[in-house]
């Protein structure tokens, strides 16, 4: 078990659909951040939270749309995604503030999208 | 058993043997690294991370090994073990005082008896 929750597990959403992702974290990490990964390559960064704000957006298109309600809370809203978006989506935290300390990743929501 | 990364994205090595995993980094202003392991149907899972102001680092049957002049970084497992099969992802904070973490390709770690 990881110390940072992810749910669901699995989703598959048609193309006119509108989901959200959570995820939580209890270590008291001020940083939280989304990846997502394909299959059999690395992950990739999507966005950044420190401190509850908005730090770092790596040109996601914007039918990704991250919200972070509080320090422990963390949730991707999905809307009108494409197939070649279904990936495995992981969401990670980590102290924050000076980028120096080891993410710790939940295992992640396997969407698929149809 | 010895991979180069991206041109051996394989790495099969028999139980109790030791371990070499090859990451070369892209950015010299780096100034943080991790090594990450991942099984099937997990998330990633920190194995030891080293700062740029040192060269090796070592912990419970794993050493890290960090060349800055060569951009190069290395995973040593000492024993191999089938539990230690899986793949493996270095990645780097390219940076300074930024939250950024970005991956490598990874190399799959696998054991045979």
């Known amino acids: 078990d990881t110390e940072v929750t992810q749910t669901p597990k699995h989703l598959v959403m048609g193309m006119t659909n509108k989901k959200s992702l959570k995820c939580e974290q209890h270590m008291g990490h001020r940083a939280m951040y989304w990846y997502k990964q394909k299959a059999k390559k690395p992950p990739e960064l999507m966005f950044v939270?420190?401190?509850?704000?908005?730090?770092i957006n790596e040109s996601v298109p914007s039918r990704f749309s991250p919200e972070c309600p509080n320090s422990s809370l963390l949730n991707l809203h999905l809307h009108a995604l494409q197939p070649e978006d279904s990936a495995l989506y992981l969401c990670?935290?980590?102290?924050?503030?000076?980028?120096?300390?080891?993410?710790?990743f939940g295992n992640g929501t396997r969407l698929t999208v149809t | 058993g010895e991979s180069v990364g991206l041109h051996l994205p394989t790495l099969s090595v028999q139980e109790g043997d030791n371990s070499i995993i090859n990451c070369a980094y892209s950015?010299?202003?780096?100034?943080?690294f991790i090594w990450y392991k991942q099984e099937s149907g997990k998330g990633p899972q920190f194995i030891i991370d080293?700062?740029?102001?040192?060269d090796k680092r070592q912990g419970q049957r794993v050493t890290v090994l960090l060349n800055k002049t060569v951009k190069h970084l290395s995973l040593q497992i000492a024993a191999t073990q089938p539990g230690d099969s899986a793949v493996y992802f270095c990645?780097?904070?390219?940076?300074?005082?930024?939250?950024?973490?970005?991956f490598g390709t990874g190399t799959r770690l696998q054991v045979f008896p």
């Open positions: 939270y420190s401190y509850e704000k908005l730090s």
């Open positions: 990645a780097e904070n390219p940076t300074w005082n930024t939250d950024k973490l970005i």
């Open positions: 990670a935290s980590s102290h924050g503030g000076q980028g120096n300390s080891p993410l710790h």
């Open positions: 950015n010299s202003a780096s100034d943080y």
């Open positions: 080293i700062r740029s102001n040192m």
